[in-house]
């Protein structure tokens, strides 16, 4: 691939573009630059969006009070209500520490959305382990020191928790003819599909949060890049339809998990780091997207193998995207130098990973999924993939796009053979189907009221003013009529009429049988 082709594909997503589809910058929010020389936080892309009512030594005094620097930033903006999602890590508060230009930030958060009086600030770890992080100098907000706030924990355990239930889970799907009662007792015993509901049950309270409630949401974990993102990215799937076509779920990962600085290298084992720090954080994200594609099959413009694609080039390190821990790190390396997007590479692929049952953009608006236990599946597909004896030979939504590869491709036949139709002699085929009759009769009878036709004595007349020998052809022609009825309705069947035009196009009149 040329250097030209390499930077088209690397610019094929533009964040800018999606913070305007929001509607941004507007009155209160703005996109800047603050951040061009990573001098507020080295973790973050160089343009990010905040409130307008935020200058910049309250963003400078937010950061310094943010663990690793990871200010408040926009992650979503709902324009139906101005209702907004926002991303930051957690305070280093301590037991009793406050800082004035971060209490302004969260102010400025809540005032953007004049339509509540109040704003969620959502922790997502266990309740325990942010009072630890207080021992250690760092913590969560303090409900007293902020201004309208609702303070929440959800209870999404840590990295180590992850790695831990992703290795159970595993091991059960290596082991050899397990019993049923064997891999149901061993899948629970994961906690798995626990985890995975509780990724969901917090992507769900953002997005009713917002849209039920109309108020805002400030979002942490610890550093903000783990289940800050997985959280933050769900709830925005949830809410835009647009997230759910090809284009829009390539731009949802550069936005929430590449750009913001989710450290693909170390919770990929790229590379030979510390084994602690590698996670199935975005393996987690991937499945809670397969897991709403079974309770909405016709909501996501993408199919499984999609979800599989783009989950095995994170870790084949085949394109940049995922290489590095944030832009900063990929400017150093050379990403965009030295290797090329993944994207435009999927896009090709488009035809075999879209979904056939997929019902348009506008036919899901906000989706409501049920997260109650039994609604959550085991992705066989995921984590039995080359199993064979593990599921159908042939998946349905295989068979229904391989149909519909099929009819394009018997429609791309059939409107190449019309466009040949003119340069051709003979009728066009519907007059072969209305004139058939005529033309079957005429081939195969004399011509009627000629000189010739009357030499010596004409045939005599019958009461309704037909000849004899008329009547004899009409006969005839009804016989034949009738011989032909099926071959006609065939003709007016799909692939049948490719057929006669085929045949048509070779002989340059057409045939009869």
């Given at each position: 691939?040329?250097?030209?082709?390499?930077?088209?594909?690397w610019k094929?997503?533009?964040?800018?573009?999606?913070?305007?589809?929001?509607?941004?910058?507007?009155?209160?929010?703005?996109?800047?630059?603050?951040?061009?020389?990573?001098?507020?936080?080295?973790t973050?892309?160089?343009?990010?969006?905040?409130?307008?009512?935020?200058?910049?030594?309250?963003?400078?005094?937010?950061?310094?009070?943010?663990?690793?620097?990871?200010?408040?930033?926009?992650?979503?903006?709902?324009?139906?209500?101005?209702?907004?999602?926002?991303?930051?890590?957690?305070?280093?508060?301590?037991?009793?520490?406050?800082?004035?230009?971060?209490?302004?930030?969260?102010?400025?958060?809540?005032?953007?959305?004049?339509?509540?009086?109040?704003?969620?600030?959502?922790?997502?770890?266990?309740?325990?382990?942010?009072?630890?992080?207080r021992?250690?100098?760092?913590?969560?907000?303090?409900?007293?020191?902020?201004?309208?706030?609702?303070?929440?924990?959800?209870?999404?355990?840590?990295?180590?928790?992850?790695?831990?239930?992703?290795?159970?889970?595993?091991?059960?799907?290596?082991?050899?003819?397990?019993?049923?009662?064997?891999?149901?007792?061993?899948?629970?015993?994961?906690?798995?599909?626990?985890?995975?509901?509780?990724?969901?049950?917090?992507?769900?309270?953002?997005?009713?949060?917002?849209?039920?409630?109309?108020?805002?949401?400030?979002?942490?974990?610890?550093?903000?890049?783990?289940?800050?993102?997985?959280?933050?990215?769900?709830?925005?799937?949830?809410?835009?339809?647009?997230?759910?076509t090809?284009?829009?779920?390539?731009?949802?990962?550069?936005?929430?998990?590449?750009?913001?600085?989710?450290k693909?290298?170390?919770?990929?084992?790229?590379?030979?780091?510390?084994?602690?720090?590698?996670s199935?954080?975005?393996?987690?994200?991937?499945?809670?997207?397969?897991?709403?594609?079974?309770?909405?099959?016709?909501?996501?413009?993408?199919?499984?193998?999609?979800?599989?694609?783009?989950?095995?080039?994170?870790?084949?390190?085949?394109?940049?995207?995922?290489?590095?821990?944030?832009?900063?790190?990929?400017?150093?390396?050379?990403?965009?130098?030295?290797?090329?997007?993944?994207w435009?590479?999927?896009?090709?692929?488009?035809?075999?990973?879209?979904?056939?049952?997929?019902?348009?953009?506008?036919?899901?608006?906000?989706?409501?999924?049920?997260?109650?236990?039994?609604?959550?599946?085991?992705?066989?597909?995921?984590?039995?993939?080359?199993?064979?004896?593990?599921?159908?030979?042939?998946?349905?939504?295989?068979?229904?796009?391989?149909?519909?590869?099929?009819?394009?491709?018997?429609?791309?036949?059939?409107?190449?053979?019309?466009?040949?139709?003119?340069?051709?002699?003979?009728?066009?085929?519907?007059?072969?189907?209305?004139?058939?009759?005529?033309?079957?009769?005429?081939?195969?009878?004399?011509?009627?009221?000629?000189?010739?036709?009357?030499?010596?004595?004409?045939?005599?007349?019958?009461?309704?003013?037909?000849?004899?020998?008329?009547?004899?052809?009409?006969a005839?022609?009804?016989?034949?009529?009738?011989?032909?009825?099926?071959?006609?309705?065939?003709?007016?069947?799909?692939?049948?009429?490719?057929?006669?035009?085929?045949s048509?196009?070779k002989?340059?009149?057409?045939?009869?049988?």
């Open positions: 691939m040329s250097k030209e082709n390499r930077e088209i594909g094929l997503i533009d964040l800018k573009v999606d913070y305007q589809r929001m509607g941004i910058p507007n009155d209160y929010w703005e996109i800047t630059d603050v951040n061009k020389d990573y001098e507020v936080c080295n973050y892309p160089p343009e990010i969006v905040v409130p307008k009512a935020a200058n910049k030594a309250v963003v400078i005094g937010s950061s310094r009070f943010r663990s690793r620097g990871r200010i408040p930033v926009l992650s979503y903006l709902y324009k139906e209500n101005n209702a907004a999602i926002c991303r930051c890590s957690q305070p280093l508060s301590g037991f009793s520490a406050r800082c004035l230009e971060d209490e302004q930030m969260l102010q400025a958060i809540r005032e953007a959305n004049p339509g509540s009086p109040f704003m969620y600030v959502v922790d997502t770890r266990p309740k325990l382990n942010a009072m630890a992080n021992a250690a100098g760092k913590g969560y907000e303090n409900e007293d020191n902020y201004d309208n706030i609702r303070f929440k924990f959800i209870g999404i355990e840590n990295i180590h928790v992850m790695r831990s239930s992703l290795q159970k889970l595993l091991e059960v799907c290596e082991m050899k003819s397990p019993s049923m009662s064997d891999f149901l007792t061993g899948l629970e015993n994961s906690g798995w599909l626990r985890h995975i509901k509780a990724v969901m049950d917090a992507g769900v309270f953002l997005a009713k949060a917002v849209k039920d409630e109309k108020a805002s949401v400030l979002v942490h974990c610890s550093d903000g890049w783990d289940r800050t993102a997985q959280v933050c990215s769900l709830a925005s799937l949830l809410l835009d339809p647009f997230y759910r090809f284009k829009g779920f390539m731009v949802l990962i550069e936005k929430e998990w590449i750009a913001m600085g989710h693909f290298s170390h919770r990929c084992g790229h590379l030979c780091g510390d084994p602690k720090e590698v199935p954080v975005f393996t987690q994200f991937v499945e809670c997207v397969w897991q709403l594609m079974q309770q909405f099959p016709c909501a996501f413009e993408f199919n499984e193998r999609f979800l599989l694609e783009i989950h095995d080039h994170v870790y084949s390190c085949q394109f940049g995207n995922f290489l590095g821990t944030c832009h900063k790190e990929r400017e150093d390396l050379k990403i965009f130098e030295k290797t090329h997007s993944l435009p590479f999927l896009l090709q692929k488009k035809q075999e990973l879209r979904n056939p049952l997929y019902r348009g953009f506008t036919a899901y608006k906000e989706l409501q999924p049920n997260t109650l236990p039994f609604s959550f599946q085991f992705w066989c597909g995921m984590y039995n993939r080359f199993d064979k004896g593990m599921h159908p030979k042939q998946c349905v939504l295989d068979h229904l796009l391989s149909c519909v590869s099929q009819k394009m491709k018997l429609e791309d036949s059939a409107s190449e053979l019309e466009n040949k139709l003119p340069f051709l002699d003979g009728p066009l085929p519907s007059e072969a189907c209305s004139l058939s009759k005529v033309g079957h009769a005429v081939s195969k009878t004399p011509m009627l009221n000629t000189p010739q036709d009357y030499e010596g004595d004409p045939p005599p007349v019958l009461s309704n003013g037909a000849s004899a020998g008329d009547m004899d052809v009409l005839d022609v009804d016989q034949r009529n009738k011989e032909n009825l099926f071959h006609h309705q065939d003709l007016c069947d799909h692939s049948d009429t490719i057929d006669m035009l085929d048509e196009a002989d340059g009149k057409p045939q009869h049988h």
